[in-house]
């Protein structure tokens, strides 16, 4: 099992590094976040061994169980699925990145739970570019006004952009999301005077054009631990 997710993890990182170097981009810009929803401890540990330090989990309770035996570990969790308020207070406590906050009321929350645990908490805002019913996140015309609001909360840290495409079997047809992102990230930059953000965007099928158009994290799961059931 473990030398199988090896080479799927030097497989990725080998496509990630040709896609940067097309785009006249550093390999080295780009976080590979290993996606653990369903993916069990023992995989987990072997994915680790394969030089995985980035965890990304779905699911509030399932991610704090794996981060209580795996809390050992010198790896860096995010959260990147529908994140309910009431699920939270498990969140807070031990990721750095919250990539789906996509509204006010999300982020007031964490910051009263980051608040209460002394912690200033990295957070992105999901963005629905697709416009797509069943994906999560706000409109891109949204973005600028949740930015405002979150710059209010003393125990936030707005750290950048998350999107999800369609999935579609040729990638082309998203690269228009991925580079619309971009460029909202490029606007709130010059807006706001932040000196980095962010792009969370890419998956198994799109992660190469992703990040042609400037991903900074990559989100893959499949690629790295196969298919794997819901």
Known sequence: MS???CDNVRDVLRRIEKSARRAGRN???VTLIGVTKTVDVARMLSAFECGITHFGENRAQSARKKWEELKDLPVTWHFIGNLQRNKVKYVVRF???IHSVESLELAREINKRAEQLG???KIMIEVNISGEETKHGIKPEEVENLVM???KLPNLKFVGLMTMAPF???????RWIFRKLRELRD???KRHGYDFLHLSMGMTNDFEVAVEEGATMVRIGTAIFGRRDE
């Open 3 to 5: 030398i199988s997710i």
């Open 27 to 29: 390999p080295k810009e």
């Open 187 to 189: 606007d709130i930059l």
């Open 149 to 151: 609001e979150i710059e």
């Open 119 to 121: 912690k200033v908490q």
């Open 168 to 174: 579609v079997e040729d990638p082309e047809e998203v």
């Open 95 to 97: 990721c750095e990145f």
